[in-house]
């Protein structure tokens, strides 16, 4: 193969590479199923890390002596409302 072909390849893929870039960025359905991946990856690792972390609260406090719950802050709030009413 010579080096005038070898360049020609060269440039002929560089172009069909970014044509179908061009056409993916420009797409707003593969935009929407970016956003949409996003999401719900973002919500997993959310979801993962509060179950991750609930669960070792709830090892710790176990191991505690005594009779211990894990009471939701609303809650306890609205118990100390009730009791100043």
Known sequence: MSDVQTAIEDLVQEQ?????DDAISESNE???IRNDVETLTSR????????V???????LMSTLDGNYVMVKKSYLDS???KDVA
């Not at 972390?53 to 090892?59: A, G, R």
Request: proline content about 0%; hydrophobic content about 40%; overall charge negative.
């Open 16 to 20: 069909v590479e970014s044509r179908i």
């Open 79 to 81: 118990l100390t409302k």
């Open 30 to 32: 593969i935009q929407d």
């Open 44 to 51: 997993i690792d959310d979801d993962i890390v509060n179950q």
């Open 53 to 59: 972390v609930k669960e070792v609260i709830t090892k």
